[in-house]
């Protein structure tokens, strides 16, 4: 397996979490475990933080203001990723316009200027990711490697993972 770090991962995370969008974000509850939900990201340039739009009165806000830390991962295809990190919430208008994007009215109908919208910010301490190639090459590969050498497929030439701080 090729493993990347660096400013090389940094590369991949940003390009793979863009093509991914949909997320699984995770916060800790009151009764110690993390909840997760899907949430979309929103289209600013990933730059070691991610932001999302929320509403204001959820769990998932009160949740991060009492504990920051946060978990997001992301599947795509055979690209998967896995982000952890601290959260706040902002309030400024301004960076919620920025943020703003028309699909996000089906959960704000007001638009931008519903009071309880608010934006996520997350600041990444780490990201990894794995991009896996898919096909019947990469499967027969592992299959044979299982088969005469007894170890496992994990190691996939084709395959690459990659760690960046931030």
């Known amino acids: ?3 990347k770090t660096g400013s090389e991962a940094r590369e991949k ?4 979490i863009k093509g991914a969008r949909i997320a699984m974000l995770a916060t800790r509850g009151e009764d110690g475990l993390f909840h997760s939900r899907p949430m979309a990201t929103s289209e600013a340039e990933f730059d070691g933080t991610l932001w999302f739009l929320t509403d204001r009165r959820t769990h998932k806000v009160e949740q991060l203001l009492a504990d920051p ?3 997001i991962t992301y599947a795509s ?3 998967y990723i896995s982000v952890a990190g601290r959260g706040e919430i902002v309030s400024d208008r301004q960076r919620i316009k920025e943020l703003w994007s028309e699909t996000a009215r089906a959960w704000f109908p007001q638009g931008v200027d519903d009071p309880n919208l608010v934006a996520m910010r997350i600041e990444v301490a780490i990201a990894e990711y794995w991009d ?3 096909g019947m090459l990469v499967v ?3 299959y044979l490697k299982a088969v005469t050498s ?3 497929a994990d190691d996939a030439p084709l395959s690459e993972h990659g760690v960046a701080r931030y």
């Open 1 to 3: 397996m090729d493993e």
């Open 13 to 16: 995370v940003q390009t793979l």
């Open 69 to 71: 830390e946060v978990l």
């Open 77 to 79: 295809g055979q690209n």
């Open 132 to 134: 896996i190639p898919s």
């Open 140 to 142: 027969a590969y592992g």
């Open 150 to 152: 007894g170890k496992r």
